[in-house]
């Protein structure tokens, strides 16, 4: 099993940046695909990021490309999702995934076992 526990969301203005992180406990997570999804209000939770277990692979939804940053640190069983230029569409419960058996990166919910309890991150003025 793997715990994950997010951290980082709050209130920022449209244009601001937040760094959102990820820690994962129980069974290593350094082995395995890691991503970030979110869920609008009202609507289904859709990707974000994801990033291979070495880090070498990532990909991004078209919506965050150029504006988010996915990383990780395996040795700190941490994944970090840097957003800048946030949008008000980007509001938001922000969730942290690990899969349990995939290596690379992917951009499916279905490949992912193990989820965090979500953080809010809501952009308005």
Same mark, same amino acid.
């Given at each position: !099993? ?5 951290? /980082?969301?709050? %209130? *920022?203005?449209? /244009? /601001?940046? %937040?760094?959102?992180?990820? #820690? ?7 082995? @395995? ?16 990021? #994801? ?12 919506? $965050? ?11 700190? &069983?941490?994944? +970090?999702? !840097?957003? &800048?230029? %946030? ?5 938001? *419960? +922000? ?5 349990? @058996?995939?290596? $690379? ?5 279905? *490949?992912?076992? +193990?989820? /965090?309890?979500?953080? !809010? *991150?809501?952009?308005?003025?």
């Amino acid at each position: !099993q793997v715990q994950l526990v997010e951290s /980082g969301g709050g %209130l *920022v203005q449209p /244009g /601001g940046s %937040l760094r959102l992180s990820c #820690t994962a406990s129980g069974r290593t997570a350094s082995s @395995y695909a890691m991503g970030w999804f979110r869920q609008p209000p009202g609507k289904e939770r859709e990707f974000v990021a #994801t990033i291979s277990w070495s880090g070498g692979s990532r990909d991004y939804a078209d919506s $965050t490309k150029g504006r988010f940053t996915i990383s990780r640190d395996n040795a700190k &069983n941490t994944v +970090y999702l !840097q957003m &800048n230029s %946030l949008k008000p569409e980007d509001t938001a *419960v +922000y969730y942290c995934a690990s899969s349990a @058996y995939r290596a $690379t990166a992917s951009n499916s919910k279905d *490949v992912y076992q +193990y989820w /965090g309890q979500g953080t !809010q *991150v809501t952009v308005s003025s």
